[in-house]
């Protein structure tokens, strides 16, 4: 501890370098750890809570592996490969926002903080594009699945300035040929999609409050070398979300 | 509880968590990016059966760098690396098991289509 007036004969409970300890801790390690320990207890019911979906994603592929690679033409490849880079640039600077509250520079802090609330923005910014297409096109879950923009063969759809996937690949016959039922059942991918995207997003959402919540206490000064376990706990939120948009992309968006 | 301000990268500092060096962080945002180009050039070989394992392998590198890397898993207790890695097993459990049943029903998809 860089503590000059640490010469107390109780380091415990002395002063200052105590602020931050809970009574109900003996040392601010403890406190740090125990935070951290739940935070990533809480990670594992986050993993299992996606891991129902992920099944439902695994279950449906196989039985209708069809489906998903007719479904599949109507996700822009080039915006999910965005979002990740965006996501991840996100991850970058939230674990730069740790280093910078574990050294003490708070203005590296703030600007690291306001840099992945920006990132969050921009993610959730280009899901609305997608989104608002998709709802354009009546490509939604399966109770609403109304394609009403897709004709005979299926491809109409990625007509209007968005940036595309490559018209050869969607010219291209298909392994596995759409064929009417595919068409017809597409929905029920959508509906997978859009649980899964829908989920993560709120997740995204939940995190950008929690950013905030952190950019607010770090401007106030509150977060030093010697106190930084929420920025801590919040960035390990934020990857999480992002670990499970790693697996999102190639799952939904990759399919070939 | 060792005060050392300069060797930040393998000591702990200020005696609560390892705090990360930047050049490794800006390494690991590099091979993050340049997999996810990675992942998505894949799709313009088809490899078959081969494209989803590809897929999913380079999920599971950039999701392991992550958790090692801008998580701290490689340098923090290991009892939370345990926590992780039980809800891995689970995960894997409740995936594999299920998919286990639904795959005992394949060949009579796959003979329903090609009978068609």
């Known amino acids: 501890m860089i503590d000059p007036a640490n010469g107390s004969p109780e380091p415990q409970h002395a002063g200052s370098r105590t602020a931050h300890l809970a009574h109900h801790f003996h040392t601010p390690k403890q406190q740090f750890d125990a935070g951290k320990l739940g935070m990533w207890i809480f990670l594992m019911t986050e993993i299992l809570l996606f891991g129902g979906l992920f099944c439902a994603y695994a279950v449906y592929r196989a039985n209708h592996p069809e489906i998903f690679f007719y479904a599949e033409q109507f996700l822009d490849k080039w915006l999910g490969a965005i979002n990740t880079g965006v996501l991840i640039t996100s991850s970058l600077t939230m674990a730069w926002a740790v280093r910078c509250a574990q050294l003490s520079q708070t203005r590296g802090l703030v600007t690291c903080l306001a840099l992945t609330l920006a990132c969050a923005c921009g993610f959730l910014g280009i899901k609305y594009v997608e989104y608002e297409h998709k709802w354009r096109d009546g490509l939604l879950w399966a109770s609403k699945y109304a394609p009403h923009r897709v004709r005979d063969s299926g491809f109409s759809v990625q007509d209007s300035g968005f940036p595309q996937e490559r018209g050869t690949q969607a010219a291209e016959p298909r392994t596995l040929n759409p064929e009417p039922s595919s068409q017809k059942n597409a929905g029920i991918f959508f509906s997978i999609y859009f649980m899964m995207t829908g989920l993560h997003a709120i997740h995204v959402l939940a995190g950008m409050g929690a950013i905030t919540w952190i950019l607010v206490l770090a401007a106030k000064g509150r977060f030093s070398s010697r106190y930084f376990g929420p920025v801590d706990y919040v960035g390990l939120y934020w990857h999480l979300v992002d670990m499970i948009w790693i697996f999102l992309f190639p799952l939904l968006y990759l399919i070939h | ?116």
């Open chain 2, 1 to 116: 509880m060792t005060d050392s301000p300069k060797t930040q990268s393998a000591s702990e500092h200020g005696g609560l968590a390892h705090v990360m060096p930047l050049p490794v962080l800006l390494a690991v945002f590099a091979l993050l990016m340049g997999l996810t180009v990675a992942t998505v050039s894949a799709t313009w070989i088809d490899l078959g059966p081969w494209n989803l394992g590809i897929a999913l392998g380079i999920a599971t590198v950039k999701a392991a760098l992550v958790a090692l890397y801008f998580m701290h898993l490689r340098y923090d207790h290991p009892f939370n690396a345990l926590i992780f890695l039980t809800g891995l097993l689970f995960l894997a459990l409740f995936l594999s098991l299920t998919l286990l049943d639904t795959l005992e029903y394949q060949p009579a998809i796959r003979s329903w289509l090609e009978n068609r």
